[in-house]
Structures are given as structure tokens and as C-alpha cells.
């Protein structure tokens, strides 16, 4: 479904990421960890076209999108959905119109579809009936599961998530997760989930994919994740302070 080949992003003089090659299968929970600052948020904008690679292909079911207009990659988007990391609720609107705005703004769809699919949606999160709740009586892991369902709206074939489970206490980050993997049941979506907290990672990844210095240094299952022998991925995986080691390492890669 998705395709990155020899992905290379460069801002401002500074190289994001490096010779990024990952096949994403159709159905999939790819999740992409990784420290602050590595590339993980900018893989997904590359995904949906926000950003453009300075080289590289990007490939969403067989068609490249690099080089498209902005008309064409609205097309492509129309076949994705995005979960912020803040939510990015409209303050203004009730919950119900969140989760109708794609609907209303992509499809002709009648006012009573578009209210019998926001309420299917918001069922599916766990917030029947909250159409009309503004997303400031909302907690946190409540706001996120209102984005889910907004990006749900269109029945999208791609789902990414970038840190859906942040500044969320670990009963909620489960639920989450489990949202995550039934909308993926339920769906049959492709699911590129950046975060990390490697709970949340075991919990719902087919595969994970580690970026470290704007490489991918590690690509398996949650199994070989936690066998590897890569000195990085069990540091990351434990949460284990070892500078010395991530300097050498940083060295290694800048070289």
C-alpha cells in the first residue's frame, strides 16, 4: 500500500532523513519509533504529501506522488486519514461537526448520511452520543478519540497516527491501542502509528521500524525487536540513559 524509496529529506541544511526504503503491506500496523527529533513526524508528512522529499519516490498503492499537483494529492488524501498528535479539534465546532467537516467538505452526501455516519463513527470510539459535546468538555484521551473517529469519517484505506497515545495516562494509551487495532479489524485500513512508547508499540504493531539519526536502523516484528542485538534498540526499548554509546553512534552515522 505504501512505499518509500531511497527517501531523502534535507531542511535547511540538515539532513532529516537517509536513504529511507520501507514497504508498508496493505492492512498493516507499521509503527515507526524512535528518539525526539530523529524524523519519525516528517515520514508521515511525506506520506500524505505535505512535505515533498528532496529525492526519493513515494509510491500510495502502485501511484508515485512526488511529483503530482496539489489538486492530484488532494485526490490521494481523500484515500487517507490523519490522528494528530494534539487532536487538532476545531475549538469552535461540537464534536459531531468534527467528525462531519470531511464529509462536508469531500462528499455530497446528504445532512441525514452525514448524521447517521458521525454517529456510527463516534459509536465505534466509545462516544455515542456526544454529537453535541464541545471538544473543551473533552479529556484528553476523549479528544483523541474524536480525531480517530473525524479521520474515520471518509472510510479511508490509510490511517496514520502521529504519537496517539501522547500526555495520555496508561489505562487511556490501552484503550487507544485497542482502538487502534479494532479500526484496523474492522476497517481492513493500512495503519502507520509514530510514537514512543514501545507499551504501545508491542501492543499493536505487526512491524516496527526504528529511525535513529534519520536512518532506519531496525525493521521486524515485535519478536526480532526484542531479540535485536543492536545496542540502540534495546537503549530505546528499556529507556536506558547511555550517552556514550549514542555518541559513538551518532559518529558512525554522521561518517
Do not use: W
Not at 512526488?66 to 469552535?92: C, K, P
Amino acid at each position: 500500500m505504501i512505499k518509500l524509496s531511497n527517501i531523502n529529506m534535507n531542511y535547511k541544511g540538515k539532513q532529516i532523513l537517509e536513504d529511507i526504503n520501507l514497504e508498508i503491506k496493505t492492512g498493516e500496523i507499521m509503527v515507526i519509533i524512535g528518539p525526539s527529533g530523529s524524523g519519525k513526524s516528517t515520514l508521515l508528512r511525506l506520506i500524505v504529501g505535505l512535505l515533498k522529499p528532496t529525492s526519493g519516490e513515494i509510491y500510495i498503492d502502485g501511484q508515485e506522488i512526488t511529483q503530482l499537483s496539489e489538486t492530484e494529492l488532494n485526490q490521494i488524501r481523500l484515500r487517507m486519514g490523519m490522528v494528530f498528535q494534539y487532536s487538532a479539534l476545531f475549538d469552535s465546532m461540537t464534536v459531531g461537526d468534527n467528525v462531519a467537516f470531511g464529509l462536508r467538505q469531500h462528499t455530497k452526501m446528504t445532512e441525514d448520511e452525514i448524521a447517521k455516519v458521525v454517529s456510527r463513527k463516534l459509536r465505534m470510539v466509545g462516544l455515542f452520543g456526544k454529537e453535541d459535546t464541545m471538544p473543551n468538555e473533552l479529556s484528553g484521551g476523549m479528544k483523541k478519540r474524536v480525531s480517530l473517529a473525524r479521520a474515520i469519517a471518509v472510510n479511508p484505506e490509510i490511517v496514520l497516527y502521529d504519537e496517539p497515545t501522547a500526555g495520555l495516562d496508561p489505562i487511556m494509551s490501552g484503550k487507544i491501542d485497542r482502538l487502534i487495532t479494532s479500526t484496523r479489524r474492522i476497517m481492513g485500513v493500512t495503519s502507520v502509528v509514530v510514537t514512543h512508547h514501545m507499551s504501545s508499540a508491542f501492543n499493536i504493531a505487526d512491524r516496527i521500524a526504528m529511525i535513529y539519526g534519520g536512518k532506519i536502523i531496525e525493521l521486524g516484528t515485535v519478536e526480532e525487536f526484542k531479540q535485536s542485538k543492536n545496542p540502540i534498540v534495546q537503549q530505546f526499548i528499556h529507556g536506558e540513559k547511555t550517552p556514550g554509546l549514542l555518541a559513538r553512534r551518532r559518529g558512525k552515522t554522521e561518517c
